[in-house]
């Protein structure tokens, strides 16, 4: 069975629990063990332990143009795990900030340009993304939830678009054969995604005056990202 460690880069501590559960669930890993990067240093980490790292969302921007130290920080440590898995040491799945993290560290543009409100999105594979091994058996269309003020202007260098919808051209894409990429976030449900509404409510995510009929369309969306999540420890037995 493989190992896998959750990377907490959330703030709010409810939403980070939340998130880790929700991870946990996806992944049938029941005890998934989790690094939260607000309170523990990257140095704690014994890779050889872990198999693959997913990293959860943020409402850190890359864009921001006063980032604290602690953001500063958090990026350096997200950067090396994402430099051990372009030299094949691990497997890493970025999902939400992380997509920004690993765009700009590449050379990529990231940009304002894309937003998207609180949503379930259907998500569109290309060809690339049909052939990947752990988005394939999802296509060719998807469903998951997108919030989010930034993203990819375009795949950065070398990297491969494996996912795109009409409002976010770069939905996803993988960098060589084991570091992946995500602005949706997968591991959410629809009562998932309400209950961290609830934290983010000022956020700027969506209007708060609507919080009760975004929170509704919500609960009523279908998403089924989990199928992809729940493939990841498959994905990493086979490296």
Same mark, same amino acid.
Not at 153 to 160: E, G, L, S
């Given at each position: 069975?493989s190992?896998?460690?959750?990377v907490?880069v959330r703030?709010?501590?409810?939403?980070a629990?939340a998130?880790?559960? /929700?991870f !946990?669930?996806?992944?049938s890993i029941?005890?998934?063990?989790?690094?939260?990067?607000?309170?523990?240093?990257l140095e704690t980490?014994?890779?050889?332990?872990?198999?693959g790292?997913?990293?959860g969302?943020?409402?850190f921007n890359v864009?921001?143009?006063?980032?604290s130290e602690?953001?500063?920080?958090?990026?350096r440590d997200l950067?090396r795990i994402a430099?051990?898995?372009?030299? $094949?040491?691990?497997t890493?799945?970025f999902?939400?900030y992380?997509i920004?993290?690993?765009?700009?560290m590449? $050379?990529?543009q990231?940009?304002?340009?894309?937003p998207e409100?609180?949503?379930?999105?259907?998500?569109?594979l290309?060809?690339?993304?049909?052939?990947?091994?752990?988005?394939?058996?999802s296509?060719?269309e998807?469903t998951?939830?997108? !919030?989010?003020k930034e /993203? %990819?202007?375009?795949p950065?260098?070398?990297?491969?678009l494996l996912?795109t919808?009409?409002?976010?051209?770069v939905? %996803?894409?993988r960098?060589g054969?084991?570091?992946?990429?995500t602005?949706?976030h997968p591991? %959410?449900?629809?009562?998932?995604f309400?209950d961290?509404?609830?934290?983010?409510r000022a /956020?700027?995510y969506?209007?708060?005056g609507?919080y009760a009929?975004?929170?509704?369309r919500v609960?009523a969306? /279908?998403?089924d $990202?989990a199928?992809?999540l $729940?493939?990841?420890?498959?994905l990493?037995?086979?490296?």
């Amino acid at each position: 069975m493989s190992s896998v460690l959750y990377v907490c880069v959330r703030p709010e501590r409810d939403a980070a629990d939340a998130e880790h559960r /929700s991870f !946990a669930r996806d992944l049938s890993i029941t005890n998934l063990h989790r690094l939260d990067l607000l309170h523990a240093s990257l140095e704690t980490v014994e890779w050889e332990q872990y198999d693959g790292f997913v990293i959860g969302g943020s409402p850190f921007n890359v864009t921001d143009a006063d980032p604290s130290e602690t953001q500063r920080d958090v990026e350096r440590d997200l950067e090396r795990i994402a430099t051990r898995a372009l030299a $094949g040491e691990t497997t890493a799945l970025f999902t939400c900030y992380g997509i920004g993290v690993v765009t700009r560290m590449l $050379g990529g543009q990231v940009t304002l340009d894309h937003p998207e409100s609180v949503q379930a999105a259907r998500i569109r594979l290309t060809a690339e993304g049909s052939a990947d091994p752990l988005f394939g058996p999802s296509g060719p269309e998807f469903t998951v939830f997108t !919030a989010h003020k930034e /993203s %990819a202007a375009a795949p950065p260098p070398d990297a491969v678009l494996l996912a795109t919808d009409d409002a976010c051209p770069v939905q %996803a894409f993988r960098v060589g054969e084991h570091l992946y990429a995500t602005q949706f976030h997968p591991e %959410a449900s629809p009562q998932d995604f309400a209950d961290r509404m609830a934290v983010y409510r000022a /956020s700027g995510y969506f209007d708060p005056g609507e919080y009760a009929a975004t929170a509704d369309r919500v609960l009523a969306s /279908s998403v089924d $990202g989990a199928d992809l999540l $729940g493939r990841f420890p498959e994905l990493l037995l086979g490296r």
